[in-house]
T-cell receptor, first 116, second 109 residues
Framework: ETGVTQSPTHLIKTRGQQVTLRCSSQSGHNTVSWYQQALGQGPQFIFQYYREEENGRGNFPPRFSGLQFPNYSSELNVNALELDDSALYLC???????????????FGAGSRLTVL | RKEVEQDPGPFNVPEGATVAFNCTYSNSASQSFFWYRQDCRKEPKLLMSVYSSGNEDGRFTAQLNRASQYISLLIRDSKLSDSATYLCVVITSYDKVIFGPGTSLSVIP
């Protein structure tokens, strides 16, 4: 149990639709980041939120947006879905590593999106 | 050039073999370095942090060379359960998290 949960685990959408993916982390985990992982590739950073404000963004278009809430949950919204948006979407919280003190990423199990 | 690059793989090795993975990064101001392991259709999980002084955890040894912007992971006495994709992760001075593409390992009986 990582303390990071995501929903839904799987979903299917069609081109042009909109999707909302959800993530919840443990109390006190102020930083959450979202990643897109296409089949056979490493995760790609979408954006990061700290205390409900976006404080970092990767090379994703504006139709990828997010929110973080006071209860440490967050959302990833994708509008106007395209076929290439089919991927595993991962949410991660930043937590201190016991050994080094560096912040490490703890991932949820992901939401697998298929766009038809 | 990609910001983080890894050996393309896949690596297919017999049980008991020693295998080494390499990773290079382009941002010289990068601050934190990690190896993550990802099993098929699962989320990445932290394997170990990487330090300039090198660090060892059982059969796993990680090394960072800042001058060469190079990170390595050595797995000794490979087990079947080591079969997975190994992801090199770099966090830059701007707190940007960059994953490498991953290297797939299959340990064969």
């Amino acid at each position: 149990e990582t303390g990071v949960t995501q929903s839904p685990t799987h979903l299917i959408k069609t081109r042009g639709q909109q999707v909302t993916l959800r993530c919840s982390s443990q109390s006190g985990h102020n930083t959450v980041s979202w990643y897109q992982q296409a089949l056979g590739q490493g995760p790609q950073f979408i954006f990061q939120y700290y205390r409900e404000e976006e404080n970092g963004r990767g090379n994703f278009p504006p139709r990828f947006s997010g929110l973080q809430f006071p209860n440490y949950s967050s959302e990833l919204n994708v509008n106007a879905l395209e076929l290439d948006d089919s991927a595993l979407y991962l949410c991660a919280s930043r937590t201190p590593h016991a050994g080094s003190g560096a912040n490490v990423l703890t991932f949820g199990a992901g939401s697998r999106l298929t766009v038809l | 050039r990609k910001e983080v690059e890894q050996d393309p793989g896949p690596f297919n090795v017999p049980e008991g073999a020693t295998v080494a993975f390499n990773c290079t990064y382009s941002n010289s101001a990068s601050q934190s370095f990690f190896w993550y392991r990802q099993d098929c259709r699962k989320e990445p999980k932290l394997l170990m942090s990487v330090y300039s002084s090198g660090n060892e955890d059982g059969r796993f040894t990680a090394q960072l060379n800042r001058a060469s912007q190079y990170i390595s992971l050595l797995i000794r006495d490979s087990k079947l359960s080591d079969s997975a994709t190994y992801l090199c992760v770099v966090i830059t001075s701007y707190d940007k998290v960059i994953f490498g593409p991953g290297t797939s390992l299959s340990v064969i009986p």
